[in-house]
């Protein structure tokens, strides 16, 4: 999906129907940056958005997600295609979920590998010094590696409103966690939960 092409799009069916960004944020219940975001490139509308913005601007999703008017002739085409991109970008994230947790893994056996090796194995003071600091970044490399493509890949979904969001690297770090939750601030409607996470957009 063209993302600058959609931004673009919405930016003109925007104007065309009389609304400033403020304006049609409000009536989307989000924040003008958002709107901002979205029309610089920067990101898709959520799901749960997308109709509610289709709506306000009087075009469809497929429209939308084509980022231009369609007319009956190439609309089922646009269609098939929109939603192959759909499938491939949740397809992308799983593997990039699973591509994390294979780097951590191996990440921290190395290190710890490394960790037991220097206490078993005769050698230098320096030399174990070295390898343990070695094994220290390792671990942490490991596990920062990993949030990052975990962070990219999917959104959170809040429990109390139910929208979708990308959390800021700081807010993920801090946020405490299970495996498929975590606890962040919706951006959307301010309350805290437990979020779950989610593949698509
Ligand atoms: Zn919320």
Redesign the pocket.
């Known amino acids: 999906m063209d993302q600058i092409k959609i931004g673009q799009f919405i930016a003109q069916k925007r104007k065309a129907c009389g609304f400033t960004q403020r304006q049609l944020a409000d009536i989307l219940n989000i924040s003008d940056k958002t709107v901002s975001k979205w029309e610089r490139g920067n990101g898709l509308p959520e799901v749960s958005l997308m109709l509610p913005l289709c709506k306000a601007l009087q075009i469809n999703v497929n429209e939308l997600l084509s980022g231009e008017d369609l007319t009956d002739a190439n609309y089922k085409q646009k269609a098939e295609e929109n939603m192959m991109d759909f499938a491939r970008e949740r397809e992308e994230s799983k593997k990039k979920i699973i591509l994390a947790a294979v780097v951590s893994v191996m990440a921290l056996v190395a290190g710890f590998t490394l960790m037991l090796l220097t206490k078993k194995l005769e050698m230098a003071q320096w030399l174990r010094i070295v390898l343990i600091v070695i094994a220290l970044l390792e671990i942490i490399c490991g596990i920062g590696v990993a949030c990052a493509l975990d962070l990219n890949a999917g959104t959170y979904e809040?429990r109390?409103?139910g929208?979708r969001f990308v959390p800021t690297a700081g807010a993920y770090v801090n946020a405490p966690h299970t495996i498929t939750t975590r606890r962040l601030k919706?951006p959307?409607?301010g309350?805290v939960s437990y979020c779950k996470k989610r593949l698509t957009h």
């Open positions: 809040c109390k409103c929208k919706c959307h409607c309350k």
